[in-house]
C-alpha cells in the first residue's frame, strides 16, 4: 500500500520525466543531466517499489497503551517494514492519563505528555522522526474488516494491512436520573478537567460530589479538592476500594481522607441528581443542586457539581456490526497473541477482554502492547525474532501501589483469599494514632506469603510484593515481616529495596534495578537527574508508585559515582518540599502564596524558564 510520501516520491519522478523532456540532445551538458536524472529517476522507481511494498499497520486510539504498541513495533522493525498510522479524537497526542491529577501542579499538558513538548497544535516531534501518521483530532467512525479499511470523523479513509484497536474505555455513567444536567461531568481528560474548573469559577461551586469510591473516583475527589472545593466521596458498596482493601484498610483509609477536609459516604445509593428547580427527571436541563438518596433517614446532599467516576466501560462500538467477537458485556474477545475473530486484527488495554475479564490498569496494558508489537512484527511483517517461545499474554498481575490524596495504598497477591479457603493465616498491624493498617496473609504453615494489603506505610512494597509473587523464601519468623518500615526505624527503610540487579523496580514497565543504574551510569553525575533517569529507563513513567524506589536508587548510584543526588522539590523549586512549605508558612505576605501559581512565580521557575 502507497503512503502520502510515495505520492511525493512520485512528484519528484515527474520532475525527472520533465527533466528528460527540456535537455537538448546536442548538449554534452544536457546529455550527462539526462544520464544522471534517469539514473535518480530509477532509484526514485525503486525507492517507490519498496515503500509500495511496506505493510500499514492502522493504530485505533493514541493513548497511553497505543503509544507503547508503537514504541515496541518501531523499536523492532529495523528494517523498516511497515508505516503507521494512528487516529487520535483528543486534540493532542499521547499522555499519561494515570497522572492526570498532576495536571493541577502546572496546567501544562506537556508535563504529561508521553514523549516530548507538545506544539500548538498538540503534536511533538516523535511522530514525524519516526514517521507515524498522526491524525488528530479525527475519532475513528467507520470499520470495515472486508475491504480492510478505516474512516475517521474527518473523512479520511485508511487502508491496513494490520489493525490494532487500542481505543480504551469510557467512563461509566450509572443510569441516574438527573445525569444529563449541567454541572455533572466524567473524569477522564485534560478537556474534562478544564471544563469542570471554567464551571466552578463560572458557578462559584463550592461543594461537589464524587460518584465513586474506587481507584478513579479517589483521584476525581483529590482533583475536586485541588480546586479549593469542599469534596464528598460517594460509594454504593460498603467500603471504599473494595478490591484492593478490607474493611480495616479502608477506616484507616477514611481517616486519613477526611482528615484532610473531604467528607466519605459510603453504602449511598443515590437516587437522582436534583436541578436548582427540584426536579429529578431526564429532561430537565437545571443545573445540578443536589444528591437525594433511597436509603433511609438520609437528606439531600446539597452540592453544585457531580463528578461521575463509577467504573469503566470497553469503547467497542466501532466493532459492533463487524464480524469482529465481541463480549456480552463489552470487550473485543482476544486470544493470548492479542488477536480477535478477524485475521490481521488486534486489540490491547482496556478494550481487550481476554479470558473474560478487562484489565483497568495500565501495567496490563503495557504487557498486552509488548506481546501485540511481537506477534505483528513476527506474524504480519514476516521479521525473525529469534523469540525462544511464541509471545503470549496470560493475564497479569493485579498488584498495584499508588498515593492516593496523599496515602500510600498497596494491595497485592491474593489480598482477599475466599472465606471457605483452608490454607489461610493472617497477621494484622492496626495503628489508628499513626493512621497505618497492615495485613498480610500467608498459607496455614507461615511458610509462604500469598498477599497482603498495605494502608498509611508502604515503604516496604517492593519486598513483599516479590516474596508473594516470586514465592522467595520467607524470613524465619514470619512475623518480623508485619511492623511498618516507620515503625523500624529509618535506617532500617532505606535498606528494604533489594540491592539485585533482577529486582524489578518498575511493574508498569517492566524495569529492572539493574536497568536503572545502567541508566544512571550512561547518564553521568551531571545529567543523571531524577526526570532524565525516568525518561531514559521508563521506570517511574506509568503510575508513579514506584517513583521513591527510582529516587533511592539515584540517590544511592550517585554517591557511588562521587556525586550527590539534589533535594529539589521538582524543576520548578530549587528547594526541598520541607524547606518551601517554611517559605511558605512564614511568609509576611500570607495573600502572596495562597496559590501554586503565586508559589511559583515568587519562589520558583515557571515553565517556560525551565
Given amino acids: 500500500m502507497q503512503s502520502v510520501c510515495i505520492i511525493c516520491l512520485i512528484l519528484r519522478a515527474a520532475s525527472f520525466g520533465l527533466a528528460f523532456h527540456v535537455a537538448s540532445p546536442f548538449s554534452r551538458q544536457a546529455a550527462t543531466t539526462t544520464t544522471t536524472n534517469y539514473r535518480e529517476g530509477t532509484q526514485l522507481h525503486a525507492e517507490i517499489e519498496r515503500e509500495s511494498e511496506k505493510k500499514r499497520v492502522v493504530v485505533i486510539g493514541n493513548g497511553m497503551v497505543g503509544q507503547r504498541f508503537m514504541e515496541n513495533l518501531i523499536s523492532l522493525d529495523t528494517e523498516k517494514k511497515c508505516i503507521i498510522s494512528t487516529f487520535c479524537e483528543e486534540p493532542r497526542a499521547a499522555y499519561n492519563r494515570v497522572k492526570l491529577t498532576s495536571y493541577f501542579e502546572t496546567r501544562n499538558p506537556s508535563a504529561l505528555s508521553m514523549t516530548s513538548e507538545f506544539d500548538v497544535e498538540g503534536r511533538t516531534p516523535w511522530y514525524a522522526k519516526n514517521n507515524v501518521e498522526l491524525l488528530l483530532n479525527d475519532k475513528a467512525v467507520a470499520l470495515d474488516t472486508k475491504a480492510k479499511t478505516v474512516t475517521g470523523a474527518s473523512g479520511k479513509t485508511l487502508a491496513y494491512d494490520v489493525l490494532v484497536f487500542a481505543t480504551g474505555s469510557y467512563p461509566f455513567v450509572p443510569p441516574i436520573p438527573g445525569k444529563q444536567r449541567p454541572g455533572v461531568f466524567v473524569y ?21 460530589a464524587v460518584i465513586g469510591g474506587g481507584l478513579l473516583g479517589l483521584e476525581a475527589a483529590k482533583a475536586v479538592a485541588d480546586m479549593k472545593v469542599q469534596s464528598h466521596i460517594v460509594e454504593f458498596a460498603p467500603i471504599l476500594m473494595c478490591r484492593q482493601i478490607d474493611q480495616g484498610g479502608h477506616d484507616v483509609l477514611v481517616r486519613k481522607i477526611e482528615d484532610m477536609g473531604l467528607r466519605v459516604h459510603c453504602g449511598a445509593r443515590t437516587q437522582a441528581f436534583v436541578g436548582k428547580d427540584g426536579t429529578t427527571d431526564n429532561e430537565s436541563t437545571s443545573p445540578v443542586s443536589a444528591l437525594r438518596f433511597s436509603n433511609e433517614g438520609w437528606e439531600d446532599l446539597p452540592v453544585q457539581m457531580v463528578v461521575v467516576s463509577a467504573g469503566i466501560k470497553p469503547r467497542d462500538d466501532l466493532a459492533k456490526g463487524t464480524d469482529i467477537a465481541v463480549g456480552e458485556r463489552g470487550g473485543i474477545l482476544v486470544d493470548e497473541q492479542l488477536r480477535t475473530s478477524v485475521d490481521g486484527v488486534y486489540a490491547i488495554g482496556e478494550i481487550a477482554l481476554y479470558n473474560n475479564f478487562i484489565y483497568g490498569l495500565i501495567a496490563p496494558g503495557y504487557d498486552m502492547a509488548s506481546v501485540c508489537s511481537k506477534v505483528v512484527a513476527q506474524d504480519e511483517l514476516g521479521m525473525n525474532l ?6 503470549a499474554f496470560t493475564g497479569a498481575d493485579l498488584s498495584t501501589k499508588l498515593k492516593l490524596l496523599g496515602c500510600d495504598v498497596a494491595s497485592f497477591g491474593e489480598n482477599q483469599p475466599s472465606p471457605d479457603d483452608p490454607d489461610v493465616s493472617s497477621l494484622t498491624w492496626n495503628d489508628p494514632l499513626c493512621g497505618i493498617y497492615r495485613k498480610l496473609i500467608f498459607n496455614k504453615a507461615g511458610t509462604r506469603l500469598r498477599g497482603g494489603i498495605l494502608v498509611g506505610d508502604a515503604g516496604d512494597y517492593s519486598r513483599l510484593h516479590a516474596l508473594a509473587i516470586k514465592g522467595d523464601v520467607l524470613p524465619e519468623n514470619p512475623a518480623t515481616l508485619l511492623a511498618p518500615p516507620s515503625a523500624r526505624g529509618e535506617v532500617e527503610t532505606t535498606q528494604e529495596l533489594s540491592s539485585a540487579r533482577s529486582t524489578q523496580i518498575c511493574s508498569c514497565n517492566d524495569v529492572t534495578r539493574g536497568h536503572i543504574e545502567d541508566t544512571i551510569k550512561e547518564l553521568g553525575v551531571e545529567k543523571a537527574t531524577l526526570k532524565a533517569v525516568k525518561t531514559c529507563s521508563k521506570a517511574g513513567t506509568g503510575c508513579g508508585g514506584c517513583e521513591p524506589d527510582v529516587k533511592l536508587i539515584l540517590k544511592q548510584e550517585l554517591e557511588k559515582l562521587g556525586g550527590s543526588l539534589s533535594n529539589h522539590l521538582c524543576e520548578h523549586f530549587a528547594y526541598s518540599r520541607p524547606e518551601l512549605m517554611a517559605m511558605v508558612r512564614t511568609d509576611s505576605d ?4 495562597d496559590s501554586f501559581g503565586k508559589i511559583l512565580h515568587k519562589h520558583g521557575k515557571g515553565v517556560s524558564d525551565v
Fill in 188 to 208: 477522564r481528560t485534560i478537556e474534562d478537567l478544564e471544563s469542570m474548573l471554567a464551571y466552578v469559577k463560572e458557578h462559584n461551586v463550592q461543594s461537589a
Fill in 386 to 391: 529469534d523469540l525462544k517461545e511464541e509471545p
Fill in 590 to 593: 500570607p495573600s502572596s502564596v
